[in-house]
Every structure is written in C-alpha cells, then in structure tokens.
C-alpha cells in the first residue's frame, strides 16, 4: 500500500525550489550578451539576402517576368544585406572585446558567417549563373559550391588553428564574400568571371596572412562599407553616374583582394630572408 498522503507529497513541489533549481541549472551558455546579439543580426542579414535574391532575381527570370537578366534593384538590396552583415560582424567583436560574450559566442560567429559570408554569395554565384546571358548553369554550381566549401573549411580552421596576434590566416570570409559579389556585379565575360571566383575562394582557404581589422583599420573597413552602400544605392535608383561609382567600387574591391595577398607574400620573403641573415651574421660571430 502506498501512503496517499506520501504519494501527494510526491507530486507537489514548492515553487520556491523548482526557482531556484531552474536558476543553477541555467547554464551560461544560454545567456546572450549584446555581442550575440550582434552575432544574431550577421545571420539574419546573411538569410534576408539569400531571400532577395530568390524573390527579385531567380523567380522573375524562372516566370519569364519582363524583368530580366540581374533584377537591379534586387541585386543591390541583396549586396547591402551582405555588407550590413560585415559591420555587425566587425562590430560583435569589438563590444565582444570591450565587454563580454557568452561561451557560446564563438560558435554563433562561425554559423552567422556561413550563412552571410558563405550560403548567401555561393546562393548569388548560382543564380547569376542561371540568369546570365552567356552563363551556363553546372559550371556556375560548381563554382557556388567551390565558394561554400571554401568558407566552410576557413571557419572550421579558424577554430582549430590559433595565428599571432592581429592576423588571420586565408582572406577572411567577410572581405571573401564581398569580393566574389564584386566579381559577378563587375559583369564580365563568363569564363573570367568564374575562375576569379574560384581564386578567391582559393584564397580564403590559403596560408596567406591577413591584418584583422581593429584601430585605423577597422576604421578604414567600416568607412568602405558604407561607402559600397552609398554606390549600391545610387546604382539601384539609377542615380546619374550610378553604374559607373558601382562599377569603380567593385574593381577596387577586387584589386585590394588581388594586392593584399601580394603584400603579405612580400612581407613574409623579407622576415624569411632576414632570419636567415640574423643566422648567418650569429654563426659567423661564433667562429674563432
């Protein structure tokens, strides 16, 4: 027999403890601080560009809409998503930096940035390739995928990887993403266009040292995004001299893509020579 008494008891808990026992077994990884917020505006950017795209690219040319081609106005609000996602990139971890994230804050960046920086350009890569005049659509997957392999395998080795202080090894997946969007809006032949995405994405996967942008650069990167804005905008309104503040901007992007690693490839030959002159001058100091 059971003590129906003992049995109710049971069944009743106090408040007070169920209060208390959900507050220890809150773990703090469940608690977003601001830079996850951030962290969180990165992803919704990245997911609302792959959704201009679909809406104001990809159906209009499956449904033989008399708008045809790269949907100028759909392009650019996609472009500017992506951008707004690199300044809350570039800003999550600077208040991550000044105040706190949660430990969970590292790998809300990394899936934020596969969403921004690699499912929405590879998802534009692939439709440009379906719309394009002279494009053909598996050679354009190939590339997409290219393009998302290529920031999957940069975000997993950031993880694992640990680079000097100030520098990240490979082009970072933001300024990759903004490279190869530049790429297709620069609108050239097809071939040439695919094989200068498929250099980057060979980049962002590269031992190639780059700055991380904190101080004067961060600066200087923010000022550039908002900048790119500025001439999507004009371009998506059909601004006087639109097309060509549009056209220069993502040329500029594209050359500092190509020069960066230059300078870095540079930079490490003359440490590597001057570590083996320090060598020699010590060993020659050591002879009798």
Known sequence: MIDPDTRAADWVADPEAETAEEAEE??????????????????????????????GILIPHLTGSSETGMARNSAATAVILMLAAAIFDLFDGIVARKLRSSPMGAELD????LISFGLAPA??????????????QKVSAVAAIVVLLAVVLRLARFSCVTMKDGMFQGMPSPFGALTVVSIVLLELPFIPTLLAIIGVAWLMVSRVEYPKPR??????????????????????FDAPGGAFLLQTGCALQVVLGAVIPLFATARRVNTFRGNRRESREARAAQLP
């Not at 992803?43 to 679909?54: L, N, Q």
């Not at 990167?221 to 371009?235: E, R």
């Open 26 to 55: 809150m773990p703090l990884s469940l608690r977003l601080s601001i830079a996850d917020a951030l962290t969180l505006g990165n992803a919704t950017c990245g997911f609302m560009a792959v959704y201009f795209t679909t809406t």
């Open 110 to 113: 990394n899936l934020s940035d």
């Open 123 to 136: 998802y534009f890569v692939l439709v440009y390739g379906m719309v394009a005049d002279d494009a053909q």
């Open 215 to 236: 101080g004067v650069l961060a600066v200087a990167m923010l000022s550039w995004i908002v900048g790119a804005m500025a001439m999507l905008a004009a371009w998506a």
